[in-house]
Structures are given as C-alpha cells and as structure tokens.
C-alpha cells in the first residue's frame, strides 16, 4: 500500500509541474497577446485608406467598400475593418 501511495504521488507531481511548465511556455510564448491580429488590422487599414484616398481624389469624395472593391483599388476582401 505504501509503494501505491508513492507511485501516485509521484505521478500526481510530475503531472502538477507538466501543467506549470506547459502554462508558463504558453505565456512567454506571447500566445496570450494579439500582436498579430494587432499588426493585421493595421496593415488592413492602411490598405483601405490608400484606396480611400485614390478613389476621393478621382471622384472628390469618400467611397464605401463596395464601390472601392468595384473599381478595383481593393483588391481583397476586408476581414478585420
């Protein structure tokens, strides 16, 4: 009875450190931040209002999405803005 209750602390232990390590590399990892949907949305942004500016300085006025997209100054379909 003994050796059992040994054996299962023993189990018992190295799953609790598993778990503290598996948590700890996730964090430092970065997978907890949005570095990258950050850095998506920026770079989706500035895609549309380089478009924005060409199609006002064609028509002299602000075109929504549809219509950029129609005149073919974006050439992807928006998924963040």
Not at 7 to 29: D, E, K, P, S, T
Not at 43 to 48: D, F, L, P, Q, S
Not at 53 to 76: D, Q, V
Request: aromatic share 8%.
């Amino acid at each position: 009875m003994i050796e059992k209750i040994s054996f299962v602390r023993l189990v018992g232990i190295v799953v609790v450190l598993m778990v503290i390590v598996g948590i700890a590399l996730f964090v430092l990892l970065g997978a907890t931040t949005n570095k990258g949907t950050t850095g998506a949305i920026g770079k989706e942004y500035a895609k549309i209002v380089a478009a924005e500016k060409l199609s006002c300085g064609e028509h002299g006025h602000y075109a929504p999405l549809a219509a950029l997209e129609k005149e073919g100054l974006l050439t992807f379909k928006p998924i963040y803005n």
